[in-house]
Nanobody, 115 residues
């Protein structure tokens, strides 16, 4: 069984920064990719950023240049550094680990950006 746990959400003013962390634990062989998604009220869940085991990164257009994803493979941990935050970044942020053709999700962490 694999557990995914996020941390680091909170309330921040527009223009501020936050760093999210996500750790995967349990029976882990090789995680293909770790990703951050977000879901705002009334909207669909969307991919924010992802990183493969080899370090390839991808970002949503809406966050490119403001967010940065990084990964510590030894710790099965992924980070999302968020800067220049905007009110439209307000959402529940979910961590996803893709391993063995299975998706594992965390419970989510709330990020609220006030104007």
């Amino acid at each position: 069984q694999v557990h995914v746990v996020e941390s680091g959400g909170g309330l921040v003013q527009a223009g501020g920064s936050l760093r999210l962390s996500c750790a995967a634990s349990g029976i882990i062989f090789r995680i293909d990719s770790m990703n951050w998604y977000r879901q705002a009220p009334g909207k669909q869940r969307e991919l924010v950023a992802g990183i493969t085991g080899g370090g390839s990164r991808n970002y949503a257009d809406s966050v490119r240049g403001r967010f940065s994803i990084s990964r510590d493979n030894a710790k099965n941990t992924v980070y999302l550094q968020m800067s220049s935050l905007k009110p439209e970044d307000t959402a529940v942020y979910y961590c996803n680990a893709y391993m063995g053709r299975q998706n594992y999700w965390g419970q989510g962490t709330q990020v609220t950006v006030s104007s």
